[in-house]
């Protein structure tokens, strides 16, 4: 079946470094992907989107990047900052359907 | 706004118990969904409706009912409970035809012994 991954599960970074966390997705037929962000206890939290139409969006400090040739999407934090520790999520969506990956837990160290 | 609430935060249940797990959301949004998150496995879909009076069933719908009598109210219920079902239940709601950011509730953590 059709599955969304994550290449690492755990990301340590120093505060003020950059973060890079990595997604595989597999189902080409998906024309929307999304990153949240999760903090212990809370529900899931909007970070960026982009559309497969799109190779790279850029938000406050974030930016996504896809590559359907590969079916590779990631998620850049610039000048990590220790509130950026979260588990990070992408996700694949067709309309009414959202299928997510298992997450990447970010730490950032002092 | 209050955005998409959930009650209860936490609950215990007794192997084949019943429970309503409770969902509402005051964004006018007519799609809802119920996913369920266990560890390492990432979030997945139970059911979902599209607008009022219509459900569908996710990729774990088995165990769970739902209903949409109202656009603000999205119950979940564990008709008896299993072990199975012990999990962080997570709410979420979306826009019109067209959206696909959704808004998520800060979950419920149901424990089935």
């Known amino acids: 079946g059709e599955s969304v991954g994550l290449h690492l599960p755990t990301l340590s970074v120093q505060e003020g470094d950059n973060s890079i966390i990595n997604c595989a997705y597999s189902?080409?037929?998906?024309?929307?992907f999304i990153w949240y962000k999760q903090e212990s206890g809370k529900g899931p939290q909007f970070i960026i989107d982009?559309?497969?139409?799109?190779d790279k969006r850029q938000g406050q400090r974030v930016t996504v990047l896809l590559n359907k040739t590969v079916k590779h999407l990631s998620l850049q934090i610039a000048a990590t900052q220790p509130g950026d520790s979260a588990v990070y999520f992408c996700a694949e969506s067709a309309v009414h359907d959202m299928r997510f990956g298992a997450g990447t837990r970010l730490t950032v160290k002092p | 706004n209050a955005g998409v609430t959930q009650t209860p935060k936490f609950q215990v249940l007794k192997t084949g118990q019943s429970m309503t797990l409770q969902c509402a959301q005051d964004?006018?949004?007519?799609?809802m969904s119920w996913y369920r998150q266990d560890p390492g496995m990432g979030l997945r879909l139970i059911h979902y409706s599209v607008g009022a009076g219509i459900t569908d069933q996710g990729e774990v719908p088995n165990g769970y009912n739902v209903s949409r009598s109202t656009t603000e109210d999205f119950p979940l219920r564990l008709l008896s409970a299993a072990p199975s079902q012990t999990s962080v239940y997570f709410c979420a709601s979306k826009g019109g035809q067209g959206a696909y950011e959704q808004y998520f509730g800060p979950g419920t953590r149901l424990t089935v012994t």
């Open positions: 189902n080409s037929a998906s024309d929307y």
């Open positions: 982009i559309r497969s139409n799109m």
């Open positions: 964004m006018n949004h007519e799609y």
